[in-house]
C-alpha cells in the first residue's frame, strides 16, 4: 500500500482493496540517508486508522539498498543505520514484522557474504530500541551475487547469528520458484515445506509474498508477474492458500502495484481457498 500523504492513509487503502494484511514501507524505499523522523502524530494516526480500517496484521519492507553483506566499509556502515532506522519505526507504529533482502556479497564468495550478514544483524539487533519487532529474512531469486536463495543459506545466517530468537522467513513464491524449487504440484509443494523446515523450520515463517513469476523455473530472475499469468501459474497457488499451518500468516502481493490489479489478483488467490465465502460490504472510497 501506497503511504503517499503519510503512513496514516494505508489502512483505509488496504481496506478499499479488500485487504485483510497489508505491506508498507515506512520511509523512501530508495533513499538510505535522510529520513525524516516520524512524529508522534503520525504513529498515534496510523494506529488509530489500523484500528478503524479492519486490517489484521501489516508488514513493513525495509529499503531496498540495504545490502547487510556489502564488504565495503561505508556502505555497510550506511545499511546498518538505515536497518537500525527501520527496526526502530516498526516498534513506533505497533509493526511487528520488517522483511528485508538478506544481502549482496559483490565477489567475496558466498561463505564470507553470509557471515557478514549474520554480524550485522547482530550489530543492529542490538542498536536499534525494538524489542518487539522480527527482523524478517526473504529468501530471493538469486541474481548476481545475491544470497538467501536457499533455506539453507538463510538458516545458516540464523544458526551464525546472536539472536536467532529475534528472526523470522518471509517466502516470496515468484523468488523461490525462481531460485529452482518447484513447488506446482502436490508431491512439489510437500517437498518445498520440507525443504523449509529441514532448513530453517516452519515455525520462523512470518509471512508470505504472493508473486507468480514472469522467469521460467530456476531462471534466477526476479521478475514478478500477475497470479496465474506466469509460470507458476493459478494452480500452483492453490496448496498454499489452502494449508491450514498458514491459514494465521499474511499473504501480500508485490505486483502488479495498482489497485484493480491488486483486487483482481486477491479474487484469483481467494477463489482457490476451499470453502472460502466473499464478505458482503459497501467499499470505503480509497483516500
Known amino acids: 500500500m501506497s503511504i503517499a500523504g ?14 485483510e494484511a497489508i505491506q ?20 498515534a494516526a496510523f494506529q488509530a486508522n489500523l484500528a ?10 525495509a529499503n531496498y539498498l540495504i545490502n547487510l553483506a556489502s564488504p565495503k566499509k561505508p556502505m555497510l556502515k550506511v545499511s546498518r543505520e538505515a536497518f537500525v532506522d527501520e527496526l ?53 531469486a538469486g541474481a548476481g551475487s545475491v544470497l538467501g536463495y536457499t533455506f539453507e543459506q538463510i538458516g545458516e545466517i540464523i544458526r551464525m547469528s546472536s539472536h536467532p530468537e529475534r528472526l ?7 523468488h523461490t520458484f525462481a531460485a529452482g524449487y518447484d513447488f506446482r504440484t502436490r508431491d512439489g509443494y510437500d517437498a518445498l515445506t520440507g525443504a523449509i523446515d529441514s532448513a530453517v523450520g516452519l515455525s520462523r ?8 513469476s514472469k522467469g521460467d523455473l530456476g531462471s534466477r530472475q526476479d521478475r514478478h508477474e500477475n497470479i496465474g499469468k506466469g509460470k507458476i501459474g493459478l494452480e500452483g497457488f492453490r496448496p498454499l492458500v489452502n494449508d491450514a499451518r498458514f491459514r494465521e500468516l499474511p499473504g501480500c502481493l508485490e505486483y502488479p502495484g495498482d489497485d484493480a490489479g491488486y483486487r483482481k489478483n486477491l479474487r484469483a488467490l481467494r477463489s482457490l481457498i476451499e470453502g472460502y465465502v466473499p464478505p458482503k460490504k459497501a467499499r470505503r472510497r480509497r483516500t
Do not use: Y
Open 205 to 212: 515463517l512470518r509471512a508470505f509474498h504472493l508473486n507468480d
Open 88 to 140: 526502530d519505526r516498526a516498534q513506533q507504529l505497533g509493526v511487528r514484522d520488517v522483511i528485508f533482502h538478506p544481502g549482496a556479497h559483490l565477489g567475496k564468495g558466498e561463505a564470507k557474504g553470509l557471515r557478514a550478514i549474520a554480524e550485522s544483524l547482530d550489530w543492529c539487533l542490538d542498536h536499534a530500541e525494538a524489542p518487539d519487532v522480527f527482523a524478517v529474512l526473504e529468501n530471493t
Open 24 to 43: 508498507i514501507f515506512s520511509r523512501s524505499p530508495r533513499m538510505l540517508r535522510n529520513t525524516k523522523p516520524l512524529t508522534v502524530e503520525e504513529t
Open 168 to 174: 523470522g522467513l518471509c517466502v516470496d513464491t515468484c
Open 52 to 61: 478503524a480500517h479492519h486490517i489484521a496484521r501489516v508488514l513493513i519492507h
Open 6 to 19: 503519510g503512513v496514516a492513509l494505508a489502512p483505509e487503502r488496504g481496506e478499499a482493496d479488500d485487504c
